[in-house]
């Protein structure tokens, strides 16, 4: 078992960055109804419309099971997955043949007209 954390954005964080870093923000921000920010101006406002509800942490995207808007993610067990393996040299020759005796049986097919 492993434990995931899902990203949220820390509001006073954002409130913290100057216009420029805002305004270069504002193309992949977007309101709870979809729409674009029209200025930094009104981005700034909304977060601080959120930080007057006691909202300090923001989900990106949905908010997960147990999402805090204080602390954001309280984090998620889930299976590890599986380790890479990569084929060993045996399986690799194994293939090699396999595929030289499709070809050769493939050449050995009469042609159709
Ligand atoms: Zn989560």
Do not use: N, W, Y
């Not at 995931?4 to 820390?10: A, Q, Y």
């Not at 007057?52 to 908010?63: D, I, Q």
């Not at 599986?82 to 194994?94: F, G, K, R, V």
Request: contains cysteine.
């Amino acid at each position: 078992m492993s434990k995931i954390l899902h990203c949220h954005i820390s509001v006073r964080g954002f409130l913290g960055a100057s216009d420029s870093e805002l305004g270069r923000m504002l193309s992949s921000v977007m309101k709870p109804g979809g729409e674009r920010f029209a200025s930094v101006h009104e981005f700034r406002h909304a977060l601080m419309d959120e930080l007057a509800k006691g909202r300090e942490a923001l989900p990106v995207g949905e908010p997960c099971d147990g999402f805090d808007f204080k602390t954001g993610c309280p984090g998620h067990q889930v299976e590890r997955p599986a380790p890479l393996s990569l084929p060993s040299a045996q399986d690799l020759d194994a293939v090699a043949a396999e595929d030289t005796a499709r070809q050769r049986t493939a050449g050995t097919e009469a042609p159709a007209v």
